[in-house]
């Protein structure tokens, strides 16, 4: 077992809650329509002045106050947003501000789409193992709400905005990360993506409207990602002695209602088992594991010494899986 | 020391070389005005159908060749760009087909701006102590020409495209990291930076074609740089057992020809210890570090037992540091 000790987590939402009932209007439907197709109550979205650094610093700030770390005691900062803040510079240095954070910490980002918290938190217990870092946080964020085709109802109904953080240091032993694995299928990379932002489409080489938004084949990822579901957790199991059934929670990657719903079914994981916030934060890209395991945590669901799997898919296509034992 | 063996290196550069008499031209200079003003001799600008992961492969390529390393046999991607591909998914997901690398390998970025290859060196040597991997390609690109503001000599001068990819493991003991440092400074964020690209600057709450080009305020940056770095070095080697008169070379990141020859005058470093390969690449965002020491380990100037120097700072502002035992 590689040592993880998570010291307290938290979590931030923009004000502003946007109903299902709400898009109805908006969209002119029938009421009702957008909640029954998107699985969704509710979702919050930024207002224009909200910036995607300023909710992440809100939810290491609710990270640090539930764990009473002094913010001085941190000494890294990883940023691990599905989409950034801007192109350049990360959006780690963009945070340590607004969190209180140290001036002169060292910042960066990790970016694996909507698994971005489980690759950092990879990173962070390859860090901690080094010796190179003590104590860490991790700060998932993202404002999907900034690039939503309102044209293209299956894209758009399920997403929210979000931020949750970790706080992580190697620990007192016996907790840690039992099992992890990650997979990516670039077959899958067009499915799921924002083609503006960097050097692909831009104003030089040819830039569409459409570049800036969401763009999903949301049958063929699920179709990919469903197909390779089984075979993925028998990898990530393998050799580590745990089994799903010893599963104190499973935290998906809250993807969509139909995809949790798949993935309950096909794995055959007990509904009690499966942290499910979906309905009232929609799909949230990178918070979204951070946040439900933030949930978990607080709802004593989980607790010291529980076994917990995050699991998901993401764009790319990316499947990870982890156990830790809290 | 933090175990880390570079098994190869390799890099790669755009087709066209870009002089700097045809920019005198382009730009209705005087003849020998634009190398004067930069220190560069010539430049490598991608083409309108050459991409980011495309020169990023061909980098990754490169290395393998070079070091005899089968693609099945390297088990963790990490793309460590200033300016990503796109703004999701990850530009590693993208890299991993034309570079022949195994399907279903994991693969994500990690962001540092200019200094991201040193931040990769420091993950993937976390993530082989972790024992998560046994060997990681690291493969910083960037097409700094895509976002050029033509307007500003001083911050589209000194530019040039590249890609570099180093692949490592924990080695055979007596080489690694003895001593690495990165330190971020949030006050020269909005110093350098690329405002478009993420959710802050996008059509829905506001966008300025200046957004999606390279802005910088060079003066700024070179003093807050300048003033912080003499205490650095002293942080960096500090407990370390190192010194800087014992470096049988320093890779410094290329940022300028003025930047390098402040460096080499303050910190007192032997003109034949410094590796400069900047008046025939320019300044390569995350590409130039690797490809610094690309260059010196080709041409012989460091080799197995060396102690290499790796120093620069970035946007963000982050400055960065670290002592490899080849």
New interface residues.
């Given amino acids: 077992m590689?040592p993880l000790h998570i010291l307290s987590t938290g979590k931030a939402l923009p004000d502003h809650c946007v109903t299902s009932a709400e898009l109805d209007g908006r969209l002119g439907l029938r009421p009702g329509q957008v909640e029954k197709k998107s699985g969704v109550v509710h979702r919050f979205h930024?207002g224009?002045d909200d910036?995607?650094s300023g909710l992440a610093a809100a939810a290491l700030r609710d990270a640090m106050a539930r764990g009473g770390v002094a913010p001085a005691s941190i000494d890294l900062l990883i940023s691990a947003s599905?989409?950034?803040?801007?192109?350049?510079?990360?959006?780690?240095?963009?945070i340590?501000?607004p969190a209180g954070l140290r001036?002169?910490?060292?910042?960066?980002?990790?970016?694996?789409?909507c698994l971005?918290f489980l690759?950092a938190l990879?990173?962070a217990?390859?860090?901690?193992?080094?010796?190179?870092y003590r104590r860490i946080a991790i700060v998932a964020s993202?404002?999907a709400?900034?690039?939503l085709d309102w044209n293209e109802p299956e894209a758009s109904l399920i997403f929210g905005d979000g931020a949750a953080a970790a706080i992580v240091e190697a620990g007192p032993g016996g907790c840690g990360i039992a099992a992890?694995?990650?997979?990516?299928?670039?077959?899958g990379?067009a499915w799921?993506?924002?083609?503006?932002?960097?050097?692909?489409?831009?104003?030089?080489?040819?830039l569409l409207?459409s570049d800036?938004l969401?763009s999903m084949d949301g049958k063929r990822v699920f179709k990919l990602a469903a197909g390779l579901m089984d075979g993925f957790l028998a990898r990530l199991f393998e050799g580590s002695g745990h089994r799903l059934d010893q599963m104190d929670a499973v935290v998906p990657h809250q993807a969509s209602h139909l995809s949790m719903s798949h993935l309950r079914k096909r794995l055959g994981i007990p509904a009690d088992a499966l942290v499910d916030i979906y309905a009232r934060h929609g799909n949230q890209v990178s918070a979204s594991l951070p946040t439900a395991l933030h949930e978990a945590i607080q709802t004593r669901r989980v607790g010291p010494g529980s076994r917990v799997l995050l699991l998901g898919s993401?764009?790319?296509?990316?499947l990870g899986g982890m156990v830790l034992v809290l």
């Fill in positions: 590689i930024a224009n910036s995607q599905g989409v950034a803040e801007q192109a350049l510079p990360s959006t780690a240095c963009r340590v501000e001036i002169g910490m060292p910042a960066f980002d990790v970016n694996a789409s971005g690759a990879q990173v217990a390859g860090l901690l193992a080094s010796g190179a993202d404002l709400s900034r690039g992890q694995r990650l997979e990516t299928y670039p077959q990379k799921c993506e924002v083609r503006a932002g960097g050097t692909r489409r831009n104003p030089r080489v040819g409207p800036h969401f993401a764009a790319g296509l990316t």
